[in-house]
């Protein structure tokens, strides 16, 4: 549990965007959960504190999801033959009514806490379902977890079966119990999150706008994922000049409420302008737009234009919650963009994507996702002897391999705001 101590190993991490520094066998000082940096030797003044001696392992931040959805970890991997509607309507959306009881949920819930403690994920912003008593349940397991998270208890009322369908004054009035309720945890934190547009009424989110300002919380959602999704947001909104427009109508698209949109695979130009100006996080998700069949958002276009991107799982959308595993899709699909799509936009880099799942979606939680001084202190230890190799290589390289074929066995330690979980 003790905060104040020094690691040794193979360091590898961001300060900007594409470029990895690395310290072979060098020493990051923690004091009091914080980084006091990366050091070639152990400055004097640190040199009685505790050592964890991870000598020739690497060392990398904590790994960032900035969207998975908790209550569909035991659906990953099944009814991946649909497109996004379907997909929800035909399975999703019965799946999810289980968390109505709190059996059920604590059962589930007990699963995905203890996959994510064992992931090298430190932190993520999350869905639960539309029940405030299991949503709570899913932060308690959390907060005991050490991780930390954003924790959503979703808006739906319409368009949703009657089985989970809210009426408008239930979902406003179970948000702010709900919120108030949330003032207990330390590590896990309430985040406003309507489901997407087509599941909130207007009346529902004005009300989740006026409660994110007056009780000071951030918001989470959907943004033009799927093309059907899109073509219904516009017949919803004809008032709206855009999908991310519908959600700025009501206060929820960034600005003075910090917000995390999920996709953008075809947000248009007046949308990225707008989420520029007005700060929002993008959650790219690979995985989830491949086997939804959304498409291929253009990340490289995004990162040209100093939008803030991170990387997500979307489980149950994804099928794996390993950011790892994202940072491989990212590559790949950014691949297959340029190849088949649009060859001015080249793919990215395993810099690039290793930015973006630390310290691009750290972002969202603060100091967050580097070894920098005055950084939160998050780490994994890798242990890369476990995959034999017969030749040396350099750090970088031994990065690349472990993002590509390393799992959660090869996780040696890990720390979340100092405190060691592994
Ligand atoms: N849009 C609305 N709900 C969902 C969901 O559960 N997953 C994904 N990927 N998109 C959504
Ligand atoms: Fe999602």
Known sequence: MTKSFVVKGNILYCEEMGKIKTEPNGY??????????????????????????????????????????????????????????????????????????????????????????????????????????????????????????????????????????????????????????????????????????????????MNLGKIAREYNVPAQSHVSENLSEIKWVSELCPNSRFYGDAYNNFGLFGGDVKTIMAHCVWSCDEELEMMKNQGVFIAHSPQSNTNVSSGIAPIRRYIDMGLKVGLASDVAGGSSESIMRAMVDAVQVSKLRWRLVDQALPCLTIPEVFYMATKGGGEFFGKVGSFEQGYEFDAVVLDDSLIPCPIEMSLEDRLERMIYISDDRHIKAKFVFGEKLI
């Open 28 to 205: 990051i000082v923690c004091i009091d959960g914080i980084s006091k940096g990366v050091f070639s030797d152990i400055p004097e003044e640190y040199k009685d504190l505790e050592l964890y001696d991870y000598t020739d392992k690497l060392i990398i931040p904590g790994l960032i999801d900035l969207h998975i959805h908790a209550p569909q970890f035991h659906q990953r991997g099944t009814g991946m033959d649909m497109e996004l509607l379907d997909w929800l309507n035909k399975r999703t959306f019965k799946q999810e009514s289980q968390f109505e009881d709190l059996e059920f949920a604590d059962k589930a819930y007990t699963i995905f806490v203890d996959a994510m403690k064992k992931s090298a994920t430190t932190r993520a912003s999350m869905f639960a379902t539309r029940h405030r008593p299991a949503t709570l349940l899913l932060m308690e397991k959390l907060e005991e977890s050490g991780l930390f998270s954003y924790v959503g208890k979703l808006n739906m009322d319409r368009h949703c079966p009657d089985y989970l369908c809210e009426t408008p004054e239930e979902s406003v009035s179970e948000t702010i119990r709900w919120v108030k309720e949330c003032g207990k945890f330390e590590r896990t934190k309430p985040i406003i999150t309507p489901r997407f547009i087509p599941s909130c009424t207007d009346e529902t989110m």
